[in-house]
């Protein structure tokens, strides 16, 4: 009977941990998951294409550069109960923050186009038309936004975040050599020599990883969702949670590609669909399928990271959890991002592969001033107080960001001048 | 009211409202060490490089 009772109030307290995280769980999921957006899938697809199994070993390195830049967004945004623009406003004064502001009003737009650009893509491969994706995407982030609160948009968000681990099931469909993918991919290597363009995949690996958005989403989402100090180690938790399953996911997309696709060039994620169908149209259809769920999340994430950080600096009201009437700016700006990005997709000749070269340069550009500036807030004692960076954060945080720096920024180079990486 | 007068008092409004956000911002509350004014100072330097770049490939490309 002790044995029981004591089995039993375990149960009980175990469950209360579950049902607390599954309360505060979201915003690390969401971001990271998003994080696999259209360009990610596209980039992950191409190095399985490229080089089979050899970098998923690359892929795994990222789990922690993942948790460690994001977990900075939870603390400040759990304690300074403020979204990264207005702190940075706050912090380094209007120049700086209207800089950060702009700049992540266009990398923003930008990214959704070539969200838009990849739903459309993977919705034709079924025969929908584009305009027809375009308005039902917008029309479902319409409803979600306006229907309920911040709790429902993420339970919502969660449930497409699901649908992103289709690709696990897709590379099960080929039946991938497992013995083959540890040995080539657990040891780290280089197939071909460090040359410039295994340079290049990885700094296009890391650059898909942590993208300028997502500092101010993950942080504006903690502040909206309520999330107070105490909650910081559950907040942890969800992003570790996140950046497991988002490279987990990344890997599953290199086995699929590096099992059908191997030594196949690949321009985008849309093409590799078609041509795994040709092997096994089921892999084919979930890869497309999980190509316009990964759009879409990213689109749902990017929209609202612009308007949240705009309605921090003009005071107006910017949450989910306020109605139409009480936030009209909050909602005006969502609305108007998504609808010109959407129809930017639309435009005959519209030069959507420049679009999105554009992105990758111009994200290039608040990377490194975003990174910088969380860094020194998250080292402002008299605000942080406790929750203030250690010296072993600042030493595995300062690492980290210096290389994402000084890798993204060769990768903008390259973007530029292709010719000289070649 | 007119269509130009309220496109008119729209942005007289949000002109006011940048310049008091300019007001509210106008010092940095985090005291800048040299560290910061260190950090600060690099990325304005990086910035004007990779805009730089980024405006040479432009003018390549349109003169093509």
Not at chain 1, 47 to 75: C, D, S
Not at chain 1, 328 to 339: A, C, D, E, G, K
């Amino acid at each position: 009977m002790n044995f029981i009772t004591k089995c039993y109030y375990l149960f009980r307290r175990v469950w209360k941990s579950v049902s607390l995280y599954f309360m505060l769980a979201g915003p690390g999921l969401v971001v990271m998951i998003a994080d696999n957006d259209a360009g990610g899938i596209t980039t992950y697809a191409a190095t399985g294409a490229k080089y089979g199994y050899h970098l998923i070993w690359f892929l795994l390195i990222l789990i922690p550069v993942a948790y460690y830049v994001q977990e900075m967004t939870v603390r400040l945004g759990a304690v300074t109960k403020r979204g990264h623009a207005e702190a940075i406003f706050d912090g380094f004064g209007s120049f700086w923050g209207w800089f950060s502001l702009l700049d992540l009003m266009l990398v923003d737009w930008l990214t959704l186009v070539t969200e838009f650009i990849g739903m459309t893509a993977a919705m034709r491969i079924f025969g929908v038309p584009e305009w027809l994706t375009v308005l039902a995407v917008c029309l479902l982030m319409g409803f979600m936004v306006l229907n309920g609160r911040y709790w429902t948009w993420e339970k919502i968000a969660l449930g497409f975040c699901l649908l992103n681990l289709i690709y696990i099931p897709a590379a099960f469909l080929v039946h991938p050599p497992i013995g083959q993918i540890l040995a080539d991919g657990v040891i780290p290597n280089f197939p071909g020599g460090f040359n410039g363009e295994m340079f290049f995949f990885l700094m296009a690996n890391i650059g898909t990883t942590i993208a300028p958005w997502m500092l101010f989403f993950q942080q504006s989402s903690v502040v909206d969702k309520g999330m107070r100090e105490k909650d910081i180690p559950w907040g942890r938790f969800d992003t570790w949670t996140g950046a497991i399953i988002t490279v987990v996911v990344a890997v599953f997309i290199v086995v699929l590609t590096g099992t059908i696709l191997h030594g196949v060039d690949i321009d985008d994620a849309a093409q590799a669909s078609v041509l795994v169908m040709q092997t096994n149209k089921y892999a084919g259809a979930m890869m497309a399928i999980g190509l316009f769920d990964a759009g879409l999340l990213g689109a749902i994430c990017i929209s609202l990271a612009s308007s949240w950080a705009f309605g921090e600096i003009f005071g107006w009201a910017h949450s989910l959890n306020t109605k139409i009437k009480e936030a009209p700016w909050f909602y005006v700006s969502y609305f108007f991002t998504l609808v010109s990005a959407g129809l930017v997709v639309l435009i005959p000749g519209a030069p959507l592969v420049l679009i999105t070269l554009f992105v990758q340069v111009v994200a290039v550009t608040l990377l490194p001033a975003a990174l910088v500036f969380l860094i020194l807030l998250l080292n402002d004692r008299e605000t942080m107080g406790e929750y203030c960076n250690t010296r072993t954060q600042n030493v595995i945080g300062g690492v980290i960001i210096g290389t994402i720096i000084v890798l993204s920024t060769c990768y903008g180079i390259s973007a530029l001048f292709p010719a000289l990486f070649a | 009211m007119s269509i130009a007068h309220a496109v008119r008092s729209l942005f007289a409004g949000n002109l006011e409202k940048i310049r008091d956000i300019n007001r509210k911002y106008a010092t940095p509350r985090i005291s800048m060490s040299l560290p910061v004014r260190l950090a600060l100072l690099a990325l304005r330097v990086y910035l004007l490089v990779l805009v730089g770049l980024l405006a040479y490939k432009f003018i390549i490309t349109l003169s093509r």
